[in-house]
Protein backbone atom coordinates (compact mmCIF):
# COMPACT_ATOMS: atom_id res chain seq x y z
CA UNK A 1 0.00 0.00 0.00
CA UNK A 2 0.88 3.67 -1.04
CA UNK A 3 2.18 5.51 2.04
CA UNK A 4 -0.17 8.36 2.53
CA UNK A 5 2.86 10.46 3.06
CA UNK A 6 4.48 10.23 -0.22
CA UNK A 7 5.29 13.67 -2.09
CA UNK A 8 5.76 15.10 -5.37
CA UNK A 9 8.67 17.30 -6.87
CA UNK A 10 8.08 19.81 -9.23
CA UNK A 11 11.24 21.63 -11.38
CA UNK A 12 9.77 24.72 -13.02
CA UNK A 13 11.85 26.61 -15.73
CA UNK A 14 15.36 25.32 -14.31
CA UNK A 15 18.19 26.65 -16.23
CA UNK A 16 21.88 26.14 -14.81
CA UNK A 17 25.51 27.48 -15.46
CA UNK A 18 28.88 26.43 -14.71
CA UNK A 19 30.34 30.25 -14.73
CA UNK A 20 29.33 31.62 -18.06
CA UNK A 21 28.68 28.17 -19.62
CA UNK A 22 24.94 27.29 -20.26
CA UNK A 23 24.23 23.59 -19.72
CA UNK A 24 20.55 23.69 -19.02
CA UNK A 25 17.45 25.65 -20.33
CA UNK A 26 13.89 26.24 -19.21
CA UNK A 27 13.73 22.60 -17.99
CA UNK A 28 10.20 22.04 -16.33
CA UNK A 29 9.68 18.70 -15.25
CA UNK A 30 7.02 17.32 -12.64
CA UNK A 31 8.28 14.05 -11.09
CA UNK A 32 5.08 12.59 -9.24
CA UNK A 33 5.03 11.38 -5.79
CA UNK A 34 4.78 7.63 -5.51
CA UNK A 35 6.53 7.01 -8.87
CA UNK A 36 10.44 6.05 -10.67
CA UNK A 37 10.73 8.30 -13.12
CA UNK A 38 13.78 8.28 -15.22
CA UNK A 39 16.15 10.68 -16.69
CA UNK A 40 17.54 9.39 -19.93
CA UNK A 41 19.94 10.86 -22.58
CA UNK A 42 23.46 10.76 -23.77
CA UNK A 43 26.15 11.81 -21.99
CA UNK A 44 26.78 15.75 -20.85
CA UNK A 45 22.90 16.66 -21.70
CA UNK A 46 23.14 17.77 -18.36
CA UNK A 47 20.93 14.74 -16.39
CA UNK A 48 22.89 14.84 -13.45
CA UNK A 49 23.49 18.07 -12.95
CA UNK A 50 19.80 18.56 -13.38
CA UNK A 51 19.50 16.14 -10.48
CA UNK A 52 22.06 17.94 -8.38
CA UNK A 53 19.69 20.83 -8.53
CA UNK A 54 16.89 18.88 -7.58
CA UNK A 55 18.50 18.50 -3.79
CA UNK A 56 21.19 21.75 -3.97
CA UNK A 57 24.06 20.07 -4.35
CA UNK A 58 24.65 21.99 -7.66
CA UNK A 59 25.46 25.35 -5.47
CA UNK A 60 28.38 23.44 -3.81
CA UNK A 61 30.25 23.94 -7.06
CA UNK A 62 31.70 27.61 -6.86
CA UNK A 63 31.12 28.24 -10.28
CA UNK A 64 27.67 26.58 -10.52
CA UNK A 65 24.56 29.10 -10.93
CA UNK A 66 21.06 28.31 -11.63
CA UNK A 67 17.47 29.98 -12.31
CA UNK A 68 13.92 28.70 -11.68
CA UNK A 69 12.34 26.48 -8.88
CA UNK A 70 11.96 23.49 -7.15
CA UNK A 71 9.18 22.71 -5.28
CA UNK A 72 8.54 19.79 -2.64
CA UNK A 73 4.72 19.15 -1.94
CA UNK A 74 4.36 23.18 -3.11
CA UNK A 75 7.09 24.05 -1.23
CA UNK A 76 10.34 26.00 -2.68
CA UNK A 77 12.89 24.20 -1.60
CA UNK A 78 15.50 26.86 -2.36
CA UNK A 79 13.39 29.66 0.31
CA UNK A 80 15.52 31.85 2.53
CA UNK A 81 15.10 31.09 5.23
CA UNK A 82 14.29 26.82 4.30
CA UNK A 83 17.99 25.31 5.49
CA UNK A 84 20.36 23.68 3.40
CA UNK A 85 20.60 20.66 5.55
CA UNK A 86 16.77 20.62 5.77
CA UNK A 87 16.17 20.23 2.17
CA UNK A 88 19.27 17.38 1.92
CA UNK A 89 17.20 15.70 4.81
CA UNK A 90 14.07 15.68 2.69
CA UNK A 91 15.75 15.03 -0.90
CA UNK A 92 18.41 12.30 -0.37
CA UNK A 93 20.77 10.65 -2.96
CA UNK A 94 22.63 7.31 -3.68
CA UNK A 95 25.62 7.92 -6.03
CA UNK A 96 26.99 6.21 -8.42
CA UNK A 97 30.30 4.71 -6.81
CA UNK A 98 28.62 2.80 -3.77
CA UNK A 99 30.03 5.21 -0.77
CA UNK A 100 29.79 3.43 2.85
CA UNK A 101 32.27 4.33 5.21
CA UNK A 102 34.66 1.81 4.56
CA UNK A 103 36.01 1.32 8.04
CA UNK A 104 32.43 1.79 9.76
CA UNK A 105 30.44 -0.77 10.72
CA UNK A 106 27.13 -1.81 8.71
CA UNK A 107 25.30 -0.88 12.19
CA UNK A 108 26.71 2.74 11.95
CA UNK A 109 26.71 3.13 8.56
CA UNK A 110 23.02 3.21 8.80
CA UNK A 111 22.97 5.71 11.53
CA UNK A 112 25.97 8.31 10.02
CA UNK A 113 23.22 10.64 8.34
CA UNK A 114 21.46 10.58 11.76
CA UNK A 115 24.47 13.15 13.63
CA UNK A 116 24.35 14.84 10.23
CA UNK A 117 21.34 16.18 9.72
CA UNK A 118 20.74 17.05 14.04
CA UNK A 119 18.34 13.69 14.44
CA UNK A 120 18.80 11.97 17.34
CA UNK A 121 17.39 8.56 18.86
CA UNK A 122 17.83 6.42 21.46
CA UNK A 123 19.79 3.15 21.12
CA UNK A 124 16.47 0.73 21.13
CA UNK A 125 15.03 2.92 18.36
CA UNK A 126 18.35 2.82 16.56
CA UNK A 127 17.92 -1.13 17.00
CA UNK A 128 14.84 -0.63 15.24
CA UNK A 129 15.73 2.18 12.71
CA UNK A 130 18.82 -0.19 11.31
CA UNK A 131 16.89 -3.07 10.88
CA UNK A 132 13.31 -1.03 9.24
CA UNK A 133 16.12 0.65 6.65
CA UNK A 134 18.28 -2.68 6.07
CA UNK A 135 15.35 -4.63 5.44
CA UNK A 136 13.70 -1.88 3.08
CA UNK A 137 16.97 -1.84 1.26
CA UNK A 138 16.67 -5.85 0.92
CA UNK A 139 19.79 -6.16 2.68
CA UNK A 140 19.15 -7.25 6.33
CA UNK A 141 18.89 -11.37 5.67
CA UNK A 142 22.12 -10.91 4.40
CA UNK A 143 23.69 -8.98 7.31
CA UNK A 144 21.45 -9.43 10.45
CA UNK A 145 24.60 -11.32 11.71
CA UNK A 146 27.46 -9.39 11.02
CA UNK A 147 25.77 -5.66 11.78
CA UNK A 148 29.93 -4.57 13.38
CA UNK A 149 31.50 -5.83 10.43
CA UNK A 150 33.22 -2.98 8.68
CA UNK A 151 30.52 -1.56 5.73
CA UNK A 152 34.02 -2.20 3.15
CA UNK A 153 33.89 -5.80 3.70
CA UNK A 154 30.40 -6.06 1.66
CA UNK A 155 30.70 -6.89 -1.95
CA UNK A 156 29.46 -3.77 -4.42
CA UNK A 157 25.95 -4.13 -4.70
CA UNK A 158 25.84 -4.81 -1.10
CA UNK A 159 27.52 -1.43 -0.37
CA UNK A 160 24.90 0.23 -2.77
CA UNK A 161 22.42 -1.12 -0.69
CA UNK A 162 24.10 -0.13 2.55
CA UNK A 163 24.24 3.56 0.87
CA UNK A 164 20.23 3.27 -0.11
CA UNK A 165 19.94 2.08 3.61
CA UNK A 166 21.50 5.28 4.89
CA UNK A 167 19.80 7.18 3.10
CA UNK A 168 16.91 5.89 4.22
CA UNK A 169 17.69 6.47 8.16
CA UNK A 170 16.89 10.22 7.85
CA UNK A 171 13.38 9.62 6.61
CA UNK A 172 13.75 11.31 3.22
CA UNK A 173 10.86 12.44 0.84
CA UNK A 174 11.96 11.91 -2.81
CA UNK A 175 15.57 9.44 -3.20
CA UNK A 176 17.75 10.55 -5.85
CA UNK A 177 19.67 8.02 -7.73
CA UNK A 178 22.74 8.47 -10.11
CA UNK A 179 23.25 5.83 -12.54
CA UNK A 180 23.32 3.76 -8.71
CA UNK A 181 24.31 0.40 -11.05
CA UNK A 182 26.88 1.20 -13.46
CA UNK A 183 30.00 -0.33 -10.84
CA UNK A 184 27.92 -3.47 -10.13
CA UNK A 185 27.47 -6.67 -11.81
CA UNK A 186 24.32 -8.18 -13.75
CA UNK A 187 22.81 -9.71 -10.79
CA UNK A 188 23.54 -6.90 -8.04
CA UNK A 189 21.81 -4.32 -10.67
CA UNK A 190 18.77 -6.53 -10.59
CA UNK A 191 18.33 -7.01 -7.00
CA UNK A 192 19.01 -3.14 -6.44
CA UNK A 193 16.57 -2.47 -9.12
CA UNK A 194 13.97 -4.91 -6.91
CA UNK A 195 15.03 -2.41 -4.34
CA UNK A 196 13.79 0.15 -6.36
CA UNK A 197 10.76 -0.94 -7.26
CA UNK A 198 9.95 -1.57 -3.42
CA UNK A 199 10.87 1.19 -2.23
CA UNK A 200 8.54 3.37 -4.58
CA UNK A 201 5.30 2.75 -2.22
CA UNK A 202 7.05 5.00 0.73
CA UNK A 203 9.80 8.08 -1.32
CA UNK A 204 8.90 9.00 -4.72
CA UNK A 205 12.61 8.21 -6.67
CA UNK A 206 14.08 10.05 -9.39
CA UNK A 207 16.94 7.98 -11.53
CA UNK A 208 19.59 8.99 -13.93
CA UNK A 209 20.44 5.62 -16.30
CA UNK A 210 22.00 5.24 -19.16
CA UNK A 211 20.65 1.86 -18.80
CA UNK A 212 17.42 1.85 -21.07
CA UNK A 213 16.32 -1.42 -20.39
CA UNK A 214 17.12 -0.42 -16.69
CA UNK A 215 14.54 2.46 -17.41
CA UNK A 216 12.19 0.20 -18.77
CA UNK A 217 11.74 -1.94 -16.22
CA UNK A 218 12.09 0.26 -13.30
CA UNK A 219 10.09 3.69 -13.99
CA UNK A 220 6.53 4.32 -14.49
CA UNK A 221 7.94 7.98 -16.27
CA UNK A 222 11.20 9.00 -17.94
CA UNK A 223 12.40 12.47 -19.08
CA UNK A 224 14.62 12.51 -22.09
CA UNK A 225 17.06 15.10 -22.29
CA UNK A 226 19.06 16.28 -24.93
CA UNK A 227 22.04 19.22 -25.80
CA UNK A 228 22.16 19.63 -29.50
CA UNK A 229 25.10 20.69 -31.12
CA UNK A 230 26.65 23.02 -28.13
CA UNK A 231 23.40 24.13 -26.79
CA UNK A 232 22.28 24.01 -23.25
CA UNK A 233 20.62 20.61 -22.38
CA UNK A 234 16.64 20.35 -22.23
CA UNK A 235 13.91 17.82 -21.79
CA UNK A 236 12.43 16.80 -25.57
CA UNK A 237 10.03 14.47 -24.32
CA UNK A 238 8.58 13.06 -21.10
CA UNK A 239 5.69 10.89 -20.15
CA UNK A 240 4.66 7.45 -19.10
CA UNK A 241 7.78 4.82 -19.89
CA UNK A 242 5.66 2.32 -21.90
CA UNK A 243 4.22 5.17 -23.88
CA UNK A 244 8.35 7.08 -24.39
CA UNK A 245 9.55 2.97 -25.53
CA UNK A 246 6.96 1.73 -27.81
CA UNK A 247 5.46 4.90 -29.27
CA UNK A 248 7.93 8.29 -28.79
CA UNK A 249 6.23 11.24 -30.03
CA UNK A 250 9.76 12.92 -31.48
CA UNK A 251 12.00 11.30 -33.66
CA UNK A 252 14.85 12.21 -31.35
CA UNK A 253 13.53 9.92 -28.60
CA UNK A 254 12.53 7.07 -31.15
CA UNK A 255 16.03 7.68 -32.21
CA UNK A 256 17.64 7.48 -28.57
CA UNK A 257 15.54 4.59 -26.95
CA UNK A 258 16.18 2.55 -29.89
CA UNK A 259 19.89 2.89 -29.76
CA UNK A 260 20.48 4.96 -32.63
CA UNK A 261 22.96 7.50 -30.98
CA UNK A 262 24.07 8.17 -27.30
N1 LIG B 1 31.67 20.71 -12.04
C1 LIG B 1 31.52 21.12 -13.30
N2 LIG B 1 32.19 22.20 -13.76
C2 LIG B 1 32.05 22.61 -15.04
N3 LIG B 1 31.25 22.02 -15.94
C3 LIG B 1 30.56 20.93 -15.54
C4 LIG B 1 30.65 20.43 -14.21
N4 LIG B 1 29.84 19.34 -14.11
C5 LIG B 1 29.28 19.18 -15.33
N5 LIG B 1 29.70 20.14 -16.18
C6 LIG B 1 29.28 20.28 -17.59
O1 LIG B 1 27.87 20.39 -17.61
C7 LIG B 1 27.34 19.68 -18.74
C8 LIG B 1 26.31 18.67 -18.24
O2 LIG B 1 26.98 17.67 -17.46
P1 LIG B 1 26.21 16.55 -16.66
O3 LIG B 1 27.21 15.77 -15.89
O4 LIG B 1 25.08 17.16 -15.94
O5 LIG B 1 25.62 15.67 -17.87
P2 LIG B 1 25.03 14.19 -17.83
O6 LIG B 1 23.93 14.18 -18.81
O7 LIG B 1 24.73 13.79 -16.45
O8 LIG B 1 26.28 13.38 -18.39
P3 LIG B 1 26.68 11.86 -18.05
O9 LIG B 1 25.56 11.03 -18.55
O10 LIG B 1 27.95 11.68 -18.83
O11 LIG B 1 26.88 11.77 -16.58
C9 LIG B 1 28.51 19.05 -19.47
O12 LIG B 1 28.86 19.92 -20.52
C10 LIG B 1 29.60 19.04 -18.41
O13 LIG B 1 30.87 19.15 -19.01
Known amino acids: MPSPDL ?3 DARHISAWFGEHKVLQDVSLHMRAGEVTALIGPSGCGKSTFLRILNRMHELIPSASLAGEVLLAGED ?8 TEARRQVGMV ?6 FPTMSIYDNVLAGLKLTGLKASRDTKDDLVEECLSKAGLWKEVRDRLRS ?5 SGGQQQRLCIARSLAIKPKVLLMDEPCSALDPTSTRRIEQTIRELVDEVTIVIVTHNMQQAARVSDRCAFFL ?7 GIVEHGLTDAMFSRPQDQRTSDYVNGRFG
Open 95 to 100: FQKPNP
Open 77 to 84: LYARDRRL
Open 227 to 233: AEAGTPG
Open 7 to 9: VGL
Open 150 to 154: PGGAL
